[in-house]
T-cell receptor, first 114, second 112 residues
Framework: KQEVTQIPAALSVPEGENLVLNCSFTDSAIYNLQWFRQDPGKGLTSLLLIQSSQREQTSGRLNASLDKSSGRSTLYIAASQPGDSATYLCVPGGGSSNTGKLIFGQGTTLQVKP | EPEVTQTPSHQVTQMGQEVILRCVPISNHLYFYWYRQILGQKVEFLVSFYNNEISEKSEIFDDQFSVERPDGSNFTLKIRSTKLEDSAMYFC??????????FGDGTRLSIL
């Protein structure tokens, strides 16, 4: 059964800092891993998708890495801005379920202070 | 870019009433999902649907819940007799084979 743990649960940083969000998952038989952003009371915005054969993906100030064998992923945010304040969700796709259901963790809630 | 559309964005219903949440998946997608998120909690899988039948459902998805793809474009979630604890944000998602899921913006369901 897939379980996802994200550390830290909450993070508050001053604007401009580089930061790393950590994710671990128990079932490494995944097809891909997505990082989502969720603003309070809103939907899920996909930020990055890493296929299981890839090691990392980059989009602007975001870089996500994947170590499938150890069940870990990190999201690196460079030069953080107040607009980055949100909850970030790491979501491995696939695993032992062949229906493609996604298992979510609690996420990391980020606050970037001006 | 095509997107998953959910209606309504907010639904308020009296306890015990039936409610239908509607989703229009992306047109060439074949796999469909419902998730829910109770306020302050994590997103939880409810059900997956493929080839006009449920392929997997969670413990949450009991006899009060049903899903249907009535006309080849809509994908609906019905809650037969709503309870207070059904209050949550409900997300629909769809995907093609081998591709990631695309999510709708969600329907906020409030049970009074």
């Amino acid at each position: 059964k897939q379980e996802v743990t994200q550390i830290p649960a909450a993070l508050s940083v001053p604007e401009g800092e580089n930061l790393v969000l950590n994710c671990s998952f128990t079932d490494s038989a995944i097809y891909n891993l997505q990082w989502f952003r969720q603003d309070p009371g809103k939907g899920l915005t996909s930020l990055l998708l890493i296929q299981s054969s890839q090691r990392e993906q980059t989009s602007g100030r975001l870089n996500a890495s994947l170590d499938k064998s150890s069940g870990r992923s990190t999201l690196y945010i460079a030069a953080s801005q107040p607009g980055d304040s949100a909850t970030y969700l790491c979501v491995p796709g696939g695993g032992s379920s062949n229906t493609g259901k996604l298992i979510f963790g609690q996420g990391t809630t980020l606050q970037v202070k001006p | 870019e095509p997107e998953v559309t959910q209606t309504p964005s907010h639904q308020v219903t009296q306890m015990g009433q039936e409610v239908i949440l509607r989703c229009v998946p992306i047109s060439n997608h074949l796999y469909f999902y419902w998730y829910r998120q109770i306020l302050g909690q994590k997103v939880e899988f409810l059900v997956s649907f493929y080839n006009n039948e449920i392929s997997e459902k969670s413990e949450i998805f009991d006899d009060q819940f049903s899903v249907e793809r009535p006309d080849g474009s809509n994908f609906t979630l019905k809650i037969r007799s709503t309870k207070l604890e059904d209050s949550a944000m409900y997300f629909c998602a769809s995907r093609r084979a081998g591709q990631p899921q695309h999510f709708g913006d969600g329907t906020r369901l409030s049970i009074l």
